[in-house]
């Protein structure tokens, strides 16, 4: 498959390594190689180095992950936020090529953009709010809507349904804070956003 720039993603333990080999490939096929360091291989410490690897790679019209030197730990958040954004996965063993399954849309586009914009806003947040109506006002949506979209209905899935937002209840006050899922959604959709306006 042509490529036209390269990206590594590394563990800080394996760092040096990266950028040998990146050094190297870069002088071999005179491609742009660049290498950002993992502090932790969770999902979403995964997609903010994902999201700032995005913010540097825009003018490439499609991506694609190779997942053939990384880790399970690794491997599994690689593959949590390239569902979450529709991009193409692949593995490399004993030398075959094999892509991973993929949804034909990708699951950020499945869901509605009021509810994106609740998780997006909520992430630019911290996270948590302690209020519905600090949400709400943030917002600029009633706390009646905001409520309907967290919880949803009978026939519609809200966020907690989705599992990307948690609630828990203080006295007469609900505390909203997202899941790790919903952190991931959030930055998928901000990664997203980059990716159509390189």
């Known amino acids: 498959m042509p490529i036209h720039g390269l990206a590594v993603i590394s563990r800080e333990e394996n760092l040096l390594l ?3 080999q990146a050094d190297l490939v870069s002088s071999l096929l005179g491609l742009k190689v660049i290498v950002k360091t993992l502090k932790k291989a969770d999902a979403v410490s995964f997609a903010k180095s994902l999201s700032e690897l995005i913010s540097e790679l825009r003018e490439f019209d499609e991506l694609v992950m190779n997942l053939g030197a990384a880790d399970k730990e690794l491997s599994v958040s690689a593959v949590v936020v390239a569902t979450v954004l529709g991009i193409k996965t692949f593995n490399v063993k004993d030398g075959n090529v094999s892509f991973l399954p993929t949804m034909g849309v990708p699951l950020l586009s499945i869901i ?87």
């Open 18 to 20: 990266a950028k040998a």
């Open 112 to 198: 509605s953009d009021e509810k994106v914009f609740i998780v997006e806003t909520l992430y630019d947040l911290g996270g948590k709010v302690s209020k519905l109506e600090i949400l709400a006002n943030k917002m600029g949506i009633s706390r009646a809507l905001l409520s309907y979209h967290i919880n949803g209905s009978a026939r519609t899935p809200g966020l907690v349904q989705l599992g990307l937002v948690g609630i828990k209840r203080k006295g007469r006050s609900s505390i909203v804070e997202l899941t790790d899922v919903g952190r991931i959604f959030a930055l998928a959709s901000k990664i997203k956003k980059l990716m159509k306006n390189p």
